[in-house]
Nanobody, 126 residues
Framework: QVQLVESGGGLVQAGGSLRLSCAASGNTFRISHIGWHRQAPGKERELVALISSGGTTNYADSVKGRFTISRDNAKNTVYLQMNSLKPEDTAVYYC????????????????????WGQGTQVTVSS
């Protein structure tokens, strides 16, 4: 079992920054990749950023150049630094951990993840 707890969400003005944290506990050695996802009202959940156990990162086109995913292995924590925030970034942000490869090298499906956090709300005002 792996437990994930997100923190760091809040209300920020457009152009501002936030840093989200995802603290993992349990059998963290089994984690293959961690992704930050978001779901805006009335929209499907989408992958925002991904980091593999080897440190490879990938980003959705909508956040490239503005968001940075990183990790602190000693703290079992993955971060999402969000800069130049826009109102369209408003959503509930979730981190999720996958334990293996499920046939999709983009890891952009919910089926690619085995454990999910409870989510943290990010609201960007215009």
């Amino acid at each position: 079992q792996v437990q994930l707890v997100e923190s760091g969400g809040g209300l920020v003005q457009a152009g501002g920054s936030l840093r989200l944290s995802c603290a993992a506990s349990g059998n963290t050695f089994r984690i293959s990749h961690i992704g930050w996802h978001r779901q805006a009202p009335g929209k499907e959940r989408e992958l925002v950023a991904l980091i593999s156990s080897g440190g490879t990162t990938n980003y959705a086109d909508s956040v490239k150049g503005r968001f940075t995913i990183s990790r602190d292995n000693a703290k079992n924590t993955v971060y999402l630094q969000m800069n130049s925030l826009k109102p369209e970034d408003t959503a509930v942000y979730y981190c999720a951990a996958g334990l293996g490869y499920y046939g999709n090298s983009y890891y952009d499906r919910e089926e690619d993840y085995d454990y999910w956090g409870q989510g943290t709300q990010v609201t960007v005002s215009s």
